[in-house]
């Protein structure tokens, strides 16, 4: 069981922080404020998620419950995948690339979250440049961040950005609880198939 519980550590810690190969769920994350969050919670949710399984299933395992448990674990890898659609999404829709400086002078890109609703003056200037031209469209958070001289919370709120990261968040958990729960179901009944009969 010591050996069992070290080796689906090593196996998550592969998984969620990858190998060295450039791949692991924290890998699609490059929002610097969000990605530390995000290690912290997607290790310690994936251990303890384990964990909690592991001990649960110990006892005998019948061959309906080993089906039942495949059934479960493909059906969790499945709802993975769908808040893993849902994450990119609103990740992609919560995030802008904007130019900062370095302690060098030079300018580099960063990747910062951006609110759930823009302020009160962002609404303004957004009415206002959509109605000189009654066929334009809103004008682009970029542009309003480039007008606003990249004053973030001339466009966004604190709040709002806050709230904007715990969505996120939220989200992040609840895919990473999809993905480990169905892995280590699965783990559990391959791990169990492979174990000899003890001899009476």
């Known amino acids: 069981m010591e050996t069992l519980i070290k080796d689906r550590m090593s196996t998550i810690v592969a998984l969620i922080l990858g190998s060295g190969g450039g791949w692991g769920l924290t890998e699609i994350i490059t929002a610097p404020e969000l990605k530390t969050w995000m290690i912290t919670i997607s290790v310690a949710v994936s251990f303890l998620l384990s964990l909690i399984i592991s001990l649960s ?3 005998r ?25 849902a994450f990119f999404v609103l990740y992609n829709n919560y995030t802008i690339v904007i130019p900062k400086a370095t302690q060098s002078g030079e300018i580099s890109d960063t990747i910062i979250v951006k609110g759930l609703s823009y302020t ?8 206002s440049m959509q109605k000189i031209d009654q066929f334009r469209n809103y004008p682009s958070d970029d542009i309003l961040l480039e007008d606003a001289t990249y004053d973030i919370k001339k466009v966004w709120s604190d709040s709002s950005r806050t709230n904007a990261r715990l969505m996120l968040l939220f989200l992040y958990t609840i895919m990473v609880c999809f993905f480990i729960a169905g892995v280590t179901l699965i783990a559990e009944v391959f791990v169990y198939s492979k174990k000899k009969p003890e001899v009476n």
């Open 57 to 59: 299933l110990i006892g």
């Open 120 to 127: 009160s003056r962002a609404k303004s200037y957004r009415d």
């Open 61 to 85: 395992m019948t061959a309906a419950k080993r089906k039942k448990m495949i059934r479960t674990g493909v059906f969790l890898l499945i709802g993975f995948v769908a808040f893993i659609a």
